[in-house]
């Protein structure tokens, strides 16, 4: 019988961000906001997993 198995879990991922043209009163608010900055970044700029957080749980359904 053939099974779906889902991994999930945490991981440390590496990312890079290009924002172009930003005015200096924008680039004064990332450089205030760790959030902001944060806020940012979407699946598009993640480019490879670092490490695995040590558990990763399982689910097996038939």
Avoid: C, Y
Wanted: hydrophobic share 45%; charged share 40%; glycine share 4%.
């Amino acid at each position: 019988m053939k099974r779906t198995v889902v991994l999930t879990g945490k991981a440390v991922v590496n990312f890079r961000k290009v924002i172009e043209d930003m005015d200096d009163d924008e680039v004064a608010e990332l450089v205030a906001s760790d959030d902001l900055r944060g806020a940012q970044i979407d699946d598009d700029d993640l480019l490879d997993i670092e490490w695995i957080h040590d558990e990763v749980d399982m689910k097996v359904t038939p």
